[in-house]
């Protein structure tokens, strides 16, 4: 099985930062398109940012977030700048295979919380 693993959460301040860490089992960076989401309270859960051959976001964080993967470290690291209260969540760390088909894997998530 995939087992991923998130971890960087905390509490921040509004526009400080914060780096988010997925560590993933075996060689599953190299075989999964990765991604991150996000579920407020009392909302869906949302779509942040993916990598495999490029990398997306969606546009609530562009420019402010930046998704990357160490390979031999099989991490998944999304970096967020400038945060604001609006980012507040649960973020959690997905894997697919196929970029155009459903994530099938999971992490159990890490909380985000900014303070305004």
């Known amino acids: 099985q995939v087992q991923l693993v998130e971890s960087g959460g905390g509490l921040v301040q509004a526009g400080g930062s914060l780096r988010l860490s997925c560590a993933a089992s075996?060689?599953?960076?190299?075989?999964?398109?990765m991604g991150w989401f996000r579920q407020a309270p009392g909302k869906e859960r949302e779509f942040v940012a993916a990598?495999?051959?490029?990398?997306d976001y969606t546009d609530s964080v562009k420019g402010r977030f930046t998704i990357s993967r160490d390979m031999a470290k099989n991490t998944v690291y999304l970096q967020m700048n400038s945060l604001k209260p609006e980012d507040t969540a649960v973020y959690y760390c997905?894997?697919?295979?196929?970029?155009?088909?459903?994530?099938?894997?999971w992490g159990q998530g890490t909380q985000v919380t900014v303070s305004s």
């Open positions: 990598i495999s051959g490029r990398t």
């Open positions: 997905a894997a697919r295979l196929n970029n155009w088909g459903p994530y099938d894997y």
């Open positions: 075996g060689r599953t960076l190299y075989r999964y398109a």
